[in-house]
């Protein structure tokens, strides 16, 4: 670590160099060296021991400091951009097994980490990809229909327990179910239009083709004021409860 130290710090100014603070940009370094160093838990307290630090450092500057996350992601999505030479955008999912019941989305899904339905969260991602690289530039936790109370207005109780629930985890207002193909649709918009990352092919594995049907697995591929011309019937539309894609994308990005 003590010799790639001065290319960490040096990656880690650029692409946190939107955060106003000093001691953000400090903490963000730190948290991010936590991640590289060896061992296999990378929650806040094991990287803290290994760092030598107060894992409340750590902790304030993930959960409660403020700072724009998206800003960080883009500096990213350009940095890979100019780096890998990418050749297309892959679509991908990943499941992350969960013990317990009270980190944001979790619930009883199919898990490419188990290969079978487990309890789990599910992070869709957009990634930049090559013959001899790959990235991840955008991501999105999925939010299933039992982490968001306006999907149960019929009942009341279940609703109220969906709140508190989403109230413990810290879910903002803003964050609702939305099937996987919309986030990925979500992200192409942004990294296309917003962040103005390069035109190219979208690839997929055939679960989300599988997922949204010919007229929106076609939408993927345009720009988003085409696809609101060409946006598809309600009747065409997929079921929330359609199954997550099981395989990895066509061009072997991971999440």
């Not at 079978?116 to 229909?145: H, T, Y």
């Not at 019929?154 to 903002?172: C, F, V, Y």
């Not at 035109?199 to 697995?217: E, F, N, R, W």
């Not at 009747?235 to 395989?247: E, F, I, K, V, Y």
Request: charged content about 30%; aromatic content about 6%.
């Amino acid at each position: 670590m003590e010799e790639v130290r001065p290319r960490l710090e040096a990656f880690a100014a650029q692409m946190l160099g939107s955060l106003t603070r000093r001691d953000q940009r400090a903490k963000g370094e730190m948290y991010l060296r936590g991640l590289m160093l060896d061992g296999k838990r990378k929650s806040m307290q094991p990287m803290a021991e290994r760092l030598g630090v107060d894992h409340q450092q750590l902790q304030q500057f993930v959960s409660s400091s403020t700072w724009d996350y998206s800003k960080v992601r883009e500096r990213v999505a350009r940095w890979a951009a100019a780096h890998i030479s990418p050749e297309a955008y892959a679509i991908d999912d990943v499941g992350f097994p969960k013990d317990g019941y009270d980190s944001p989305g979790v619930a009883r899904m199919y898990c490419g980490a188990l290969g079978k339905r487990g309890n789990c969260q599910i992070g869709v991602s957009v990634n930049l990809v090559s013959d001899r690289a790959s990235s991840a530039v955008d991501w999105r936790l999925f939010m299933p229909e039992s982490w968001d109370d306006t999907k149960h207005g019929d009942d009341a109780l279940l609703a109220e327990a969906i709140r508190r629930r989403r109230a413990k985890a810290g879910i903002p207002e803003t964050a609702r179910h939305r099937e996987k193909w919309r986030l990925a649709l979500d992200m192409l918009d942004e990294v296309r239009e917003d962040w103005a990352l390069p035109g190219l092919p979208v690839v997929a594995d055939a679960g989300y083709g599988d997922a949204t049907g010919s007229h929106a697995t076609c939408r993927m591929w345009l720009p988003s004021a085409a696809r609101r011309k060409s946006r598809p019937p309600p009747s065409s539309l997929p079921p929330s409860s359609a199954p997550a894609p099981r395989s990895k994308s066509a061009a072997g990005a991971s999440g």
